[in-house]
């Protein structure tokens, strides 16, 4: 059975980091099209990275310099290292596993998903 579990949200200041991790079980995140989407209250589902073996890593452009995707085969865990961060950054972090180009992390109809973390970033 796929499952996907989220951690490493909270609260920071502007200017400050996190690290998101998402443990997976049921499949070997090494090979698989893993990807973190975020979405804050009123907003669409954003993809903000994704990783997908022998492709290109994908990055929302407003993310890109800031915020690192990595897995770890080891520890079977997609990280989100996330530096710089912005108020606008504020959202619930969810990963999935091929979980496409949903309007609402809520209700994908796609993929495989974890429940979220929270990020909040002040100012």
């Known amino acids: 059975e796929v499952q996907l579990m989220e951690s490493g949200g909270g609260s920071v200041q502007a200017g400050g980091f996190l690290r998101l991790s998402c443990a997976a079980s049921?499949?070997?995140?090494?090979?698989?099209?893993m990807a973190w989407y975020r979405q804050a209250p009123g907003d669409e589902c954003i993809m903000v990275s994704q990783?997908?073996?022998?492709?290109?890593?994908y990055y929302y452009p407003s993310v890109e310099g800031r915020f690192t995707i990595s897995p770890d085969r080891a520890k079977n865990t997609v990280y989100l290292q996330m530096n710089s961060l912005k108020p606008d950054d504020t959202a619930v972090y969810y990963c999935?596993?091929?979980?496409?180009?949903?309007?609402?992390?809520?209700?994908?109809?796609?993929?495989?998903w974890g429940h979220g973390t929270q990020v909040t970033v002040s100012s």
């Open positions: 999935a596993l091929e979980g496409g180009w949903p309007d609402d992390c809520t209700r994908p109809s796609l993929g495989y």
């Open positions: 049921g499949f070997t995140v090494d090979d698989a099209r």
């Open positions: 990783i997908d073996h022998g492709r290109p890593i």
